[in-house]
C-alpha cells in the first residue's frame, strides 16, 4: 500500500481540512490519527462552507471510508454534534469506523483543562480548553475510558470510580467543583449507544484496506510546531500530529507510508501561547489577519500572523520525512508590495540555520529576513501554476528552495477549485 499522510507543516490552521478534502478524491479511505476537537477544519464545497473538528474531512465523498483512529481523544457530544449538523445538511456521507482503542473525553477532562490553564497564570498555554490535554494525560497515566469500553459489562462502575478519583484533583487541588458520578453516567448513557454501531478494530479495518491496494490518506491535525515531541514544547498539543503519529495513531506500521505531504501557509499564524520569531504587530499583523479571515475555527481566537519562517518549514521537513509541499492561502498576499521570507536566526552574535530545541535560543533568536517583491494582482482565479504573475512564482520558487522541498501544489482561495498542481496529471497521492 502507499498510505500517504498529510500533515501541517507549522502551528496548525494551514488549510489541511481544504486540502485532505481536495486529495481525498483520488483516496478510498481518509484516517484522523490524533487530536481532538481542537481541531478545525474548513472545507468549502460549492460556496457553502462547512467546519469539521474531529470527523476526518473526507465524510463528504458518500463512496469513501472514513476513520478516527486509536490515537484520537473524542469528545462523543461533539462528534455526535457534527455529525448531526452534517445529516441536517442533507448531505451524504461516508462511512465511518471509530476506533474502539480511541480515548473519551469526558466532562471532568474540559474542567480539569480549564482549572489547569487558570493556576499556570503568565505561563500559561492558551490551549482550547477542550479537554485534551488532560485526556491524553490519563491515557499516559493509564487511567484514560477508552471507546471500546462501552461495549462490554461494567462501564458504568467503572466511570463512578474515575469520576470519584478526579474529583478529588478538581476538588482538593484546583478548588474547583467536582461531579456526581450519576451526572456523567447519564451523560454518557445516550452517547454509548450512539458509538457502540461505530466502534471496531480500525487498524484491522486499514489492513484490508491496504490488503486490497486501497489508497489510504492519513490525516493530521495540529501541525508540527505544535508536536508534544518536536514542536516548540511546552506551548504544544498533547499528541504527535508529525507524520510517524500516524503509524501509531491509526494502528500501521511505516512501511504503510508511501509519501507525506506537508501543507503551509504562505505566512504563518498561530494561536495560543508560545514562541513566534517572525511575528508581526499592529497594522501588518491585522491586514494579513483580515484578509486571511484569520479567527479559530474552534475558538473564535484571532490568530497571531507573522512571515513565513523557513528555518521551521526545512525542519519540518525534515522530521517528517516530506515529499511534497503545498502552500496555501497564497492569494491573500496578493495585495502587498514586497513579502519577506525569514531564512536563517541571529542569534547570541551568530547565525543559524537549524531550529534550536532551546526556547531560550529561540526567544534570543532575530529573524533574518530575505525580501522579495509582491505581485499586487488577484490571483484567486488562477489554475495553472504558468499563469500566476511571475513574482508569485519566484515567491514560490525560493520557499522551495530555501525549504528543501517541491512544492506539489498551490491554494489560491477556499473552494475546492481554488487549487493549482504544479504538474497537473501526475497525481498528487503518487
Ligand atoms: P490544546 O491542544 O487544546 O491542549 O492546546 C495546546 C496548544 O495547541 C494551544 O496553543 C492551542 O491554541 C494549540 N492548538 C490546539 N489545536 C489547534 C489547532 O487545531 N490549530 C491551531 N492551534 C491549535
Redesign the pocket.
Known sequence: MSGVVIVGAQ???EGKGKMTDYLARQADCVVRYQ?GN???HTVVIGGHEYRLHLIPSGIFYPEKVCVIGNGVVIDPEVMFQELDELLSQGLKLARLYISDRAHLILPYHLRL?AAEENCRGDGR??????G??PAYTDKISRVGFRAGELLEDGWEQRLIELVLEKNKALERLYGSEGFQPEQVIAWLRPHAERLRPFLTDTSLVLAELASQGRHILFEG???TM?DIDHGTYP????SSPTAGGACIGAGVGPTAIGRVLGVCKAYLT?????LFPTELQGPECESLRDRGREF?T?TGRARRCGWIDLVMLRYAGRVNGMSGLIITKLDVLDALPAIKLCTAYRCNGSTLEELPGSQRLLQASEPVYEELEGWQQDISGVRRYDDLPAAARRYVERVSEIAGLPVVAISVGPDRDQTIETKPGSGLLG
Open positions: 502551528f496548525g490552521d487530536g481542537n481541531a478545525g483543562d498555554i492558551g490551549t482550547t480548553r477542550r485534551i490535554g491535525a495540529q501541525g505544535l506551548f504544544v498539543t498533547s498561530r494561536v495560543g501561547e508560545g479559530g474552534t
